[in-house]
């Protein structure tokens, strides 16, 4: 049974930093198959970050230029790292691997 878990989310004051963790197990999906999407409330679901086909780091516009995604093969997860975050960037993170598979979220809010 795959399973994906979030972890890092929290209250993040605006102009800081946050590092979010999604550890895998189950399945036989590698790591570069994983991958960050987002969803703020009243707002569709959007991709963060993520692998492309020859392992090079893909990143959604709203993101691009302050957000570093990195894994970890040793332990099947990946993490992502924001900066200068801002009350824009207050949503569920999600993760997804492999076909089709989610994690149920974790929630960060950054305060004005």
């Known amino acids: 049974q795959v399973q994906l878990v979030e972890s890092g989310g929290g209250l993040v004051q605006t102009g800081g930093s946050l590092r979010l963790s999604c550890r895998a197990s189950g399945g036989t999906f590698s790591t570069s198959t994983m991958m960050w999407f987002r969803q703020a409330p009243g707002k569709e679901r959007e991709f963060v970050a993520g692998y492309n086909w020859n392992g090079g780091t893909v990143y959604g516009d709203s993101v691009k230029g302050r957000s570093t995604i990195s894994r970890d093969d040793s332990r099947r997860t990946v993490y992502l790292e924001m900066s200068r975050v801002s009350p824009n960037d207050t949503a569920v993170y999600y993760c997804?691997?492999?076909?089709?598979?989610w994690g149920k979220g974790t929630q960060v809010t950054v305060s004005t």
């Open positions: 997804h691997a492999g076909k089709d598979y």
